[in-house]
């Protein structure tokens, strides 16, 4: 969750095929599952998972995911329940899955607060696709490219450009600079990139922020990235 504290003032390069944000995928077919978060980490994502719907809505409500794959069929609580039972308290985009291809299906996913709808089998690129959608629009962002001053970032490609050169960057220093440009003109917590950047069975470095953002400096200008001691970071 940002944390609107501050206002600071106030986005291509070959890298990997990356792009940020942290995922819940709460599916009980256990291959589905599988592919979905290999296919999903692939890209870059961090990923946690839920095979029950008690076990996906607790996470889900004590974790603010960037976007959450959301099956309908799921043992104890079903889909449904759990989407409705999590729009009682919070706003993540969700991403409903399933079986059944029926018109009536999909008005009740979007009616109980889903904002977008899947049919299985699905195409592994149309399932990116939308998650990138929905996490733009999550972050007001309805373009798939960010300008700021002279770096311009495009969160289709997963490209960056400073004064229309690429940028090359590692995996992780496009996750970093990503999260900050949706959210520029903010302060982000250090908190908020960590709990961003890992899933849950990722062990961390405490100063590997630090490490980031300073090779991020050397590439896209060293007044680009302001830090707040003692807080975190934002974009100008």
């Known amino acids: 969750m940002i944390t609107r504290q501050t206002t600071c003032q106030s986005a291509s390069g070959v890298l990997e ?5 942290r995922l819940l995928v709460v599916e009980d077919e256990p ?40 099956d309908v069929m799921l043992p ?6 759990v989407l ?3 729009r009682e308290s ?31 089998p699905f195409d592994s690129a149309e399932l990116f696709a939308r998650l990138r959608a929905l996490i733009r629009r999550s972050a007001q962002q309805t373009r798939s490219f960010i300008e700021i001053g002279e770096v311009r970032i495009d969160t289709a490609s ?12 590692t995996a992780r220093e496009y996750v970093v600079l990503e999260y900050l440009a949706l959210h520029r003109g903010e302060l ?3 908190t908020d990139l960590y709990e961003h950047l890992f899933d849950e069975n990722e062990s961390t470095l405490s100063n590997i922020l630090d490490v ?18 003692g807080h975190g970071y934002c974009i100008e």
């Open 17 to 21: 095929n990356r792009t940020a944000m």
């Open 31 to 70: 291959d589905l599952l599988a592919g979905l978060v290999r296919a999903l980490r692939k890209q870059g994502y961090a990923v946690d998972t839920a095979v029950e719907g008690e076990d996906g809505l607790y996470k889900a409500q004590s974790i603010d995911y960037d976007a959450i794959v959301l």
């Open 76 to 81: 104890g609580l079903d889909g449904w329940q």
């Open 84 to 86: 409705s039972r999590l």
């Open 90 to 120: 919070k706003p993540t985009p969700v991403l409903m899955l399933t079986a059944r291809d029926s018109s009536a299906d999909r008005v009740r996913g979007l009616d109980t607060g889903a904002d977008d709808y899947l049919v299985k």
């Open 158 to 169: 997963r490209t960056v450009t400073r004064l229309n050169q690429p940028v090359t960057l």
């Open 188 to 190: 982000v917590t250090r």
């Open 212 to 229: 980031h953002v300073f090779n991020l400096r050397k590439k896209l200008g060293q007044d680009f990235i302001v830090t707040r001691r």
